[in-house]
Nanobody, 124 residues
Framework: QLQASGGGWVRAGGSLRLSCAAS????????ISWFRQAPGKEREGVSC????????YVVESVRGRFTISKDNVKNTVYLEMNSLKPEDTAVYYC???????????????????WGQGTQVTVSS
């Protein structure tokens, strides 16, 4: 089970921190990732964090503004989003899959477990 939270409304330039609390996942899951989907657009990968170790990845379009981190004790992955722009407006989902963390694997079709999504709205 994945529980995403932390979305909300913010003005451009503001910040939000999303949380993804994981529980009951299979032992072989390799990655927890964040995706987003804006109205009328496909779901796109944003960032991933390996279940074991420190490997992480952030897509170029948000790199330098978004940071992914995790708390292994709390089984929670965070997405810190700074300098938000109106084009960041989307429903953000966390997902778990068995692949490694990296650009080659950050596709929605490769993920088996999904959280319910949390809305992020950035106004200009």
């Amino acid at each position: 089970q994945l529980q995403a939270s932390g979305g909300g409304w913010v003005r451009a330039g503001g910040s939000l921190r999303l949380s993804c609390a994981a529980s009951g996942l299979p032992k072989n899951y390799g990655t927890i990732s964040w995706f987003r989907q804006a109205p009328g657009k496909e779901r796109e990968g944003v960032s991933c964090s390996a279940a074991i170790g420190r490997s992480s990845y952030v897509v170029e379009s948000v790199r330098g503004r978004f940071t992914i981190s995790k708390d292994n004790v709390k089984n929670t992955v965070y997405l810190e989003m700074n300098s938000l722009k109106p084009e960041d407006t989307a429903v953000y989902y966390c997902a778990a899959g068995s692949d490694l963390c990296g650009s080659a694997f950050l596709y929605a079709s490769r993920f088996d477990y999904w959280g319910q999504g949390t809305q992020v709205t950035v106004s200009s």
